[in-house]
């Protein structure tokens, strides 16, 4: 089993930034990619893939936040980081960490992101 908790959300200003932080426990020795998802609340929505990392190197990105979004990760720790500049009030979301092993992936409680105009 392995249990994920993000931390840092807020509510900010259009304009600034917000890093969130991403931290594993258990198991982690088998996780081999993780990534940031985001979700709006409400029926029938999707949770959107942000960003992942693979094995600590390989990067992937949505086009819908290159640009604005990083991450960074420690990949012994496996702890994942989400930089976000220049955020938007359609940045506003609920924040989830995902890390996965072979077999599953596993989820964390997410973390509300406001974003003000």
């Known amino acids: 089993q392995v249990q994920v908790v993000e931390s840092g959300g807020g509510l900010v200003q259009a304009g600034e930034s917000l890093r969130l932080s991403c931290k594993t426990s258990?198991?982690?020795?088998?996780?081999?990619?993780m990534g940031w998802y985001r979700q709006v609340p409400g029926p029938g929505t999707q949770r959107e893939l942000l960003a992942t990392m693979t094995g600590g190197v390989n990067i992937h990105y949505a086009d819908s936040i290159k640009g604005r979004f990083t991450i960074s990760g420690d990949n012994v720790k496996k702890t994942l980081d989400l930089q976000m500049n220049s955020l938007k009030p359609e940045d506003t979301a609920v924040y989830y960490c995902?890390?996965?092993?072979?077999?599953?992936?596993?989820w964390g409680q997410g973390t509300q992101v406001t974003v003000s105009s």
């Open positions: 258990g198991d982690i020795s088998s996780i081999y990619i």
């Open positions: 995902n890390a996965r092993n072979l077999a599953v992936g596993y």
